[in-house]
């Protein structure tokens, strides 16, 4: 009897899911270029159920989300996650270790991650009926948290005896990590709706860490530069500001009609390595 194989593709697919937004972006793996990026955003937050109106009109859209891929990886983002040290995680206790800081619902699937460095794992809410959708269409997937993504990439960075504060800037949210010397100080994930708000949550984290505004070093990634306001008010309290350099070991093709911001999509272009 012969049986057919599925033909190699060599293309990586990566999605990212946020209420407030959706990116896609495909990797060649075998010449290392991004043949493939969409970013939507939102004029509002939406719940899952829109969500995956929007997911389903993209790719009834987008011929290409409709090729064959021979993997598929999903970053969810939200809020509903907390960090767990390895040693004291017990999968049967999972809920518990997120019922202080996020409502669970009866019906909400929690998943974890765990983390390739510092022996943490990350307890967090997937929106299930996004899993579904992306099952029925490519069978088995790797799904994983956007937090634990960051963690891993940014204590991969050379570090020394000095915190490094990270910023990672998206829609009306941000992501901030603190590591020292290769170890994750604090995480934590932020609403703000005005430029006050924005500069509240980083003043407020440095005092709790006792750390001089004027001193440390905050790096921004994410959707901002020098010319936003909120850069500004954030300048008028702490000096020492900078946009790291990164690089991706990739090529981009000239079919990729949007430009694809390099840092605003940091975790869904390390989530292909």
Same mark, same amino acid.
């Given at each position: ?12 697919? +990566? ?24 970013? /939507? ?40 996650? +907390? ?109 703000? +709706? ?56 990739? /090529? ?22």
């Amino acid at each position: 009897m012969v049986t057919s194989k599925k033909k190699k593709t060599f293309l990586k697919l +990566s999605i990212q899911v946020s209420l407030n937004g959706l990116s896609f972006c495909v990797l060649n793996t075998e010449n290392k270029t991004i043949v493939f990026y969409k970013k /939507e955003t939102f004029t509002a937050q939406l719940n899952p159920a829109k969500v995956l109106a929007e997911i389903k009109l993209l790719y009834q859209k987008e011929s290409g989300l409709q090729q064959e891929v021979d993997e598929v990886i999903v970053i969810f983002s939200n809020s509903f996650y +907390s960090l767990v040290p390895a040693s004291l995680f017990s999968e049967e206790n999972v809920s518990n270790y997120l019922k202080f800081n996020t409502k669970i619902l009866r019906t909400d699937f929690i998943a974890y991650d765990e983390l390739q460095v510092n022996d943490i794992v990350n307890v967090y809410i997937p929106y299930t009926n996004i899993i579904n959708y992306f099952f029925d269409r490519y069978g088995e997937f790797e799904y994983r948290h956007s937090i634990t993504v960051l963690i891993e990439e940014l204590l991969k960075l050379p570090g020394d005896d000095e915190p490094k504060i990270y910023l990672y800037n998206r829609n009306n949210e941000y992501d901030l990590v603190i590591v020292e010397n290769g170890e994750l100080l604090l995480c934590n994930t932020f609403s703000y +709706s005005t430029r006050e708000d924005f500069l509240y949550y980083i003043l407020f984290t440095a005092e709790q860490l006792n750390l001089d505004p004027l001193e440390m070093d905050l790096r921004f990634l994410g959707n901002i530069d020098r010319d936003s306001p909120f850069y500004k008010i954030a300048y008028d309290y702490v000096k020492n500001i900078s946009f790291p350099d990164i690089f991706y070991p990739f /090529e981009y093709s000239e079919t990729i009609e949007k430009p694809l911001k390099q840092s605003d999509e940091y975790i869904l272009l390390k989530s292909l390595l």
